[in-house]
């Protein structure tokens, strides 16, 4: 499917400055958003949404035609988790976010009717949803992740073998309800996946979004969170391993829309191999109605061999001054020589030590993420990509 329309100002990127002349768009609030993808212009790669990203090697996922039926999946019984298909036209779709991109819009446009994963009770339980056998076929899909208010729930999307995927999540967590959701990418590494992921978060409600990227030739995973009510909680956190040539992208964009909302964002990486490349923007928007807003953001990445590039950009606005806190903080180094000193020191290799120095960095990711199973499943694959396996 390509663009037929006419491109506005907005899809190129420009806004109206007050003097009538169109400027770049300088903060995430400002983008054009659409849910058609004739809405938006071809992409160059100039973009400032696309100008870290590989986007030769997706052309046919942001412009081309996507096979919209249903994935083919694989999914785990819970009680309070129940999983079902809903119209393009059911009123919970757009609901959470709207595409800022043409990727994701290309997928809107496509699918012809969305998962619905839902969670209620307030017991605790955890559900796996797995797309696997996808093909190499472009494909799109739309999952709606809905806990109703007061439940508590876990769900986790993951992806493993072939894959062209592009793709739109929307997580809808109501009054006083607490989700934790994992978006789990252990695609083949030729598979290439973008995933568009918003939520709206109610009053008194508490969302963990993790993401985790360890296989595929390129992913890349936007996570929008819009904290809409008073009170409204957000822990974000992110862990991601590249190896050689291969594109590892997050793009994290935090709203604080309404007074006395919280948000931390943590994402920790690790890079290996000639041409490895990590791409994490994080984009924190304090509201002008956000009063007591507390917020921090930081991004962390590891460099263990030469021929590597990570990009690491966080960015905060503020439009009121009546805020707790906010802040931010980037780092991308190599080991700590005096780590490395005191563990070879007490009688370590040093390429035992170098790998212990890695477990630990990793896994302060892995321990919050809350479910025994799953750290243990993700620490065995750390140690995988420690190996070369």
């Known amino acids: 499917m390509t663009s037929t329309a006419m491109p506005t100002a907005g899809q190129h990127g420009l806004v109206a400055h007050s003097d009538g002349a169109f400027v770049p768009v300088q903060t995430r609030s400002e983008r054009f958003r659409s849910v058609n993808v004739e809405d938006f212009a071809p992409i160059n790669g100039r973009e400032h949404e696309?100008?870290?990203?590989p986007v030769a090697a997706f052309a046919d996922l942001t412009g081309g035609e996507l096979d919209g039926?249903?994935?083919?999946?694989?999914?785990?019984?819970a009680s309070?988790?129940?999983?079902?298909?809903?119209?393009?036209?059911?009123?919970?779709?757009?609901?959470?976010?709207?595409?800022?991109?043409?990727?994701?819009?290309?997928?809107?446009?496509t699918f012809d009717e969305a998962l619905l994963?839902?969670?209620?009770?307030?017991?605790?339980?955890?559900?796996?949803?797995?797309?696997?056998?996808?093909?190499?076929?472009?494909?799109?899909?739309?999952?709606?992740i809905e806990a109703a208010p007061n439940s508590r729930g876990f769900v986790v999307l993951a992806g493993t073998g072939a894959a062209r995927l592009s793709e739109n999540v929307e997580i809808l967590v109501g009054a006083?309800?607490?989700l934790t959701v994992v978006s789990l990418q252990e695609w083949d590494d030729e598979a290439v996946h973008l995933s568009s992921q918003f939520a709206r978060l109610g009053r008194d409600s508490f969302l963990k979004h993790i993401v985790v990227s360890l296989g595929g030739k390129v992913v890349r995973v936007n996570p929008s969170t819009h904290l809409a009510e008073q009170g409204a909680d957000i822990e974000a956190l992110g862990l991601?391993?590249?190896?050689?040539?291969?594109?590892?992208?997050q793009q994290v964009y935090v709203h604080h829309d309404a007074p006395h909302t919280k948000s931390r964002v943590t994402y920790k990486g690790a890079l290996q191999g000639a041409g490895a490349r990590t791409v994490w923007i994080g984009d924190v928007l304090i509201g002008n109605a956000a009063v007591g807003t507390d917020s921090y953001e930081q991004n962390r990445n590891l460099?263990?061999?030469?021929?590597?590039?990570?990009?690491?950009?966080?960015?905060?606005?503020?439009?009121?001054?009546?805020?707790?806190?906010?802040?931010?903080?980037?780092?991308?180094?190599?080991f700590d020589d005096e780590q490395l000193f005191y563990l070879m020191a007490r009688g370590i290799r040093e390429d035992e030590a170098r790998r212990l120095v890695v477990r630990g960095f990793l896994t302060d990711i892995?321990?919050?993420?809350?479910?025994?199973?799953?750290?243990?499943?993700?620490?065995a694959a750390i140690e995988a990509e420690l190996e070369g396996r």
Do not use: C, M
Request: net charge negative; proline share 4%.
């Open 50 to 53: 696309w100008k870290l990203s």
């Open 69 to 77: 039926a249903r994935l083919p999946i694989e999914t785990t019984d």
């Open 80 to 109: 309070g988790i129940s999983f079902s298909y809903i119209p393009r036209d059911d009123a919970r779709i757009g609901t959470a976010g709207t595409p800022e991109e043409r990727a994701s819009a290309n997928a809107w446009s």
């Open 117 to 144: 994963v839902s969670v209620t009770g307030e017991d605790e339980k955890i559900a796996y949803v797995t797309r696997t056998g996808l093909g190499d076929a472009p494909r799109a899909a739309h999952t709606v």
């Open 176 to 178: 006083g309800a607490s």
């Open 240 to 249: 991601y391993f590249a190896d050689a040539g291969q594109h590892l992208e």
């Open 303 to 334: 460099v263990l061999t030469e021929g590597t590039r990570a990009d690491s950009v966080p960015n905060l606005e503020i439009e009121t001054g009546d805020i707790e806190g906010a802040g931010h903080a980037s780092a991308t180094g190599r």
């Open 366 to 379: 892995v321990q919050k993420i809350g479910s025994a199973d799953l750290e243990a499943r993700l620490t």
